[in-house]
């Protein structure tokens, strides 16, 4: 056993108590209410990255939330790995479905339950536990390594890409590696290949100036809920196709290769459908779950609000209606050309007498894919397959990691993903939690991936 290896089994309940310190801390990047807990959580990464013995560390500015940098560049001739990860959090509404307050952490059954447990708290706290041992064991590390920790990913990282393009050369790496990510399940690895991109739409109806006596106006006056369920109603089509114009017009095709790699990841559709708590799957006809997830793009209505809404009946005719939209995009779809076309869909299908508002939020975050026979991934792949005994299924996010295409633009680096979280781990629901047998897997991981890596020279 190496001795980095030994000590991070020697620290772990100090490890243990570190991250539920990180854990307890409201870092709700979305609400402008914990803009202060956010910078708290960036103080302690920054704290956190001093200790492990990371040099140059250092809060810096994006003009919203902040990033925190840091590296170690000590190892001529070996590569540099720049490592990504996001410390802030989703909110935790509804609150009053956990079990346990979200940002007191607690830890039962082999799990630790709270807000960021594994998205992305725990995750990114995995490398920085290796990085300590390798340091406090060797005085060095087999490679050079940076770290660039941001705190607004979990709102699409509005500010991320003007920063990495005014700090290139901060940031200049050979690739990087994504603690924000997960694995297929507990006995079988996964390598992401790709994720998808997001564009954002906001809708809001107007009708008369002040909600109206039902009977006084109904049928006279156009009701803004009656257009907007109108307006959504055109979005799809009865098998769940997306019917804006232009939609699927630059949508890569999937390759046989692709397909037959996908087919053969094992599906169970009763087994899928536990988590969730869904009857049934449902999607675009002519594809399977996999590929409708990972490789087709997706229009969802994500809310829908307007009228009286407390107990009992109150006979109004509203005066507004509101929804929010988003896309999931793939391989070769703009973010902002997606949001265009729902816009001008909304605006030509809406009915008279109602006033239509669009919003488009920002630029949206691009698709991303890394080509399979990338170093860095056939490097993972190695670790991967040795830790768990099995060849790793090359699979797909349905999500989004907007840094993941920004480094590519404008660093000219690719991203593979490398994370220990599972798919049922309630990312984004209340009750979300992280399996330590995961950490204690993740940490064993990033150390024989560093030496790995390291062992190579730079091309």
Known sequence: MDKWEIYLGENRERFLNELMEFLRIPSISALPAHIGDVQRAAQWVEARLKKAGVESVRILPTGGHPVVYGDWLHAPGKPTVLIYGHFDIQPVDPLNLWDSPPFEPVIKDDRIYARGASDNKGNLFIPLTVVEAMLKTDGKLPL??????????????????????????????????????????????????????????FVDIQGPDHDLHSGTYGGAVANPIHALVQILDSLHDPEGRITVEGFYDKVRPLTAE?????????????????????????????????????????????????????????????????????????????????????????????????????????????????????????????????????????????????????????????????????QDERLHSPNEFFRLSSFERGQKAYGMLLERLGARATN
Not at 185 to 192: A, I, R
Not at 262 to 289: C, H, K, N, W
């Open 258 to 422: 692709e397909r037959a790699e996908m087919a053969r990841i094992p599906f169970q559709e009763a087994e899928y459908l536990r988590d969730p708590g869904s009857i049934s799957v449902f999607g675009e006809p002519g594809f399977t779950t996999y590929e409708r997830t990972w490789a087709r793009p997706t229009l969802e209505i994500n809310g829908i609000w307007g009228g009286f809404q407390g107990e009992g009946l109150k006979t109004v005719l509203p005066s507004t209606a509101h929804t929010k939209i988003s896309c999931r995009l793939v391989a070769d779809q703009d973010p902002v050309q997606i949001a265009e076309l729902v816009a001008k869909h909304i605006d030509k299908v809406a009915p008279p007498g109602v006033k239509v508002t669009i919003g488009k939020r920002g630029t949206g975050s691009s698709p991303y894919l890394i080509p399979p026979d990338h170093r860095g991934l056939g490097i993972a792949a190695s670790v991967l397959k040795d830790l768990y005994g099995k060849e790793p299924y090359k699979i797909r996010s349905g999500g989004t990691i907007p840094a993941n295409a920004m480094f590519l633009q404008h660093l000219k680096a690719y991203t593979v993903v490398f994370g220990f979280g599972l």
């Open 144 to 201: 050079n390594l940076k770290f660039l920790f941001e705190g607004q990913e979990e709102i699409g990282s509005p500010q991320l890409q003007p920063f990495i393009s005014a700090q290139k050369n901060l940031l200049s790496c050979d690739m990087i590696f994504s603690a924000d990510g997960g694995q297929w399940s507990e006995d079988h690895p996964g390598l992401v290949l790709g994720t998808r991109g997001l564009a954002a739409v």
